[in-house]
């Protein structure tokens, strides 16, 4: 898992478990808790996350015309954090791209943490970039470019629990638009 995803569940998991524990001062019944924790927004019953390989099977050979790199497989869980992560790496000379797959199952802090844009519209035109909503196959999203360290992403958020990230270094904004397209987000919407 790259650095900034794990260090964003970490964070999302600390605040989880943060809140969890000031709510239970040992004397609050189930139906107590249980209505706390539904307030909160963090944990909703019955989702729990598929499986790391189901969401890896959805990983293309190629991006963007680059050869994926990474030999192995990528597996996240912290416990009864209940998430799944997926990742491919495509590289040629000083071209990058990633293709992540985040299943938040009941976390929605998870969900918050990693895409805080969700339910909102951005539009900001800066010197050096921008980053804008748009939707991709029917889903919110949002994408952003950096002239200025030549990065570019696109993150989709389907059925307010999955979270697709495509990123590139040196790649065109448009390449990492053909790839987001050429990615089988429907599938998601039926796990």
């Known amino acids: 898992m790259n650095l900034r995803l794990l260090s964003i569940v970490l964070f999302a ?27 909160k927004g963090s944990k909703l019953p019955g989702i729990s996350a598929v499986a790391w390989s189901d969401l890896q099977a959805l990983i293309p050979n190629t991006a963007a015309g680059l050869p994926r790199t990474n030999a192995g497989e990528d597996k996240s869980d912290l416990g009864d954090l209940g998430f799944s992560h997926a990742l491919g790496v495509y590289d040629q000379g000083d071209r990058h791209v990633e293709v992540q797959f985040l299943d938040c199952g009941s976390q929605k802090t998870i969900l918050s943490t990693v895409a805080p844009w969700f339910g909102k519209n951005i539009e900001d035109q800066l010197r050096t970039g921008f980053e804008s909503s748009t939707t991709v196959q029917g889903f ?7 002239n200025v360290d030549g990065t570019s ?12 990230i495509v990123a590139g270094k040196n790649v065109e904004l448009q390449d990492l638009r053909q790839v987001t397209d050429g990615l089988d987000l429907k599938k998601l919407e039926s796990f």
């Not at 989880?16 to 706390?36: I, K, L, M, P």
């Not at 999203?141 to 950096?146: D, K, Q, S, T, V």
């Open 140 to 146: 919110p999203a949002i994408e952003r470019l950096n």
């Open 153 to 164: 992403e696109i993150e989709v958020v389907i059925k307010d629990r999955f979270v697709v």
């Open 13 to 39: 998991f600390l605040g989880t478990t943060f809140f969890a524990c000031q709510g239970n001062s040992g004397d609050t019944t189930t139906d107590e808790t249980e209505a706390q924790e539904g307030a």
